[in-house]
């Protein structure tokens, strides 16, 4: 099991280190197109590039992100429930997480696949949109895999003073 749970984090952390080279990419990408439309020669696409790092960005961060519990959590009703009925609560909400993201991981699949179909790409650099479709699947199915680590973590948490 701590195999299985080291090998997760290593990509949770991986997936983080290509989100953040993308976010300073898109930054470089938007600095220079600010300072060089201001000269007359704005750069062709920078749009595109930005909406295609941006959705790098959000959708590779979401695991660690997860696993370092730093996403907004709502826990005012959670947090007055007793010790064993939160963590029933706990198991429940991981469960319906991982059955969120199964579902929507599958669907970029899905809709990544038809993207490839019908050779659908970008408009100035011709771009093809299917890969960024197939990377987030890849996001949400290591997030379900994040999330299942956290559901045995807190399945097996005592009920005790936490």
């Known amino acids: 099991m701590q195999y299985f749970t080291r090998a997760i984090f290593k990509l949770d952390v991986s997936f983080h280190i290509i989100s953040g080279i993308v976010l300073a990419f898109m930054m470089l990408v938007t600095a220079a197109d600010v300072i060089m439309r201001n000269l007359g020669y704005p ?70 696949l038809d993207l490839r179909h019908t050779k659908e790409v970008s408009p100035s650099f011709k771009l093809p949109y299917y890969p960024i479709s197939f990377g987030l699947s890849g996001s949400c199915f290591l997030q379900c895999l994040t999330m299942i680590v956290d559901l045995i973590k807190t399945s097996q948490r005592g009920t005790g003073h936490e």
């Open 43 to 112: 750069i062709v696409g920078s749009v595109e590039i930005i909406s295609f790092c941006g959705a790098v960005v959000v959708g590779f961060a979401i695991p660690y992100t997860s696993w370092k519990k730093v996403h907004v959590y709502v826990d005012f009703l959670v947090d007055k429930l007793a010790p064993r009925n939160r963590k029933v609560m706990e198991c429940i909400t991981r469960c319906m997480g991982i059955a969120l993201f199964a579902f929507i991981g599958y669907n970029f699949i899905i809709f990544g």
